[in-house]
């Protein structure tokens, strides 16, 4: 059975010029599946959740039929999508993937001379997740009051706004604009 198509958006473009936005390009890389024009696609993260079909795909500008996982590819939208579409959020297969605002995750800090500092309980951290990146607050386990460099933990991570999310998901952080560590998502929230 073919995986469901799921392409991270990362960038976003007007499809042509003039007062009216017709079309609007999203560019990515399709990370599984495959999408044909005509097909049905669903917008999900930071509060999307618009179906819409996709009326062309282009490759390196050309005009293509179909594209699959690996290729990094323009779909031109409807151009209603034009002020829900941004970079981080996710098309997908319709109900294939959702978006989360809330996860557990086995979470590592990098040694302090790679940049890892204490983490502590509620501190707000930068996540990177696919082109999303999106503040989030850390609670640390019961008996827990910091995370220190290479130590590793599994916490419950809330964050600002909803993103596409599954579990084995792999994502790393920032702490004070620097590169802290990495983690796993391990079991998604309500």
Request: charged residues 25%; glycine residues 14%.
């Amino acid at each position: 059975m073919e995986q469901p198509f799921l392409m991270v958006v990362e960038d976003v473009f007007p499809g042509n010029k003039g007062w009216v936005v017709r079309e609007v390009l999203a560019t990515g890389r399709i990370e599984r599946g495959r999408v044909s024009t005509g097909d049905e696609v669903e917008l999900v993260g930071f509060g999307g959740g618009a179906l819409a079909r996709v009326a062309g795909i282009e490759l390196f500008r050309q005009g293509i039929d179909e594209a699959e996982a690996g290729m990094n590819v323009a779909l031109r939208l409807p151009g209603a999508l034009a002020e829900e579409l941004e970079r981080g959020q996710v098309l997908a297969t319709p109900g294939s993937i959702g978006a989360r605002a809330a996860f557990i995750a086995d979470m590592a800090v990098l040694p302090e001379k790679e940049g890892g500092a204490e983490v502590l309980a509620g501190q707000e951290l930068d996540f990177y997740l696919r082109a999303a990146a999106v503040r989030g607050v850390v609670t640390l386990p019961h008996g827990l009051d910091a995370l220190r460099p290479v130590h590793m933990a599994t916490v419950t991570v809330r964050l600002e706004r909803p993103v596409a999310l599954e579990d084995g998901q792999h994502f790393p952080f920032r702490h004070r604009g620097r590169a802290a560590g990495s983690g796993t998502v391990t079991r998604l929230l309500d």
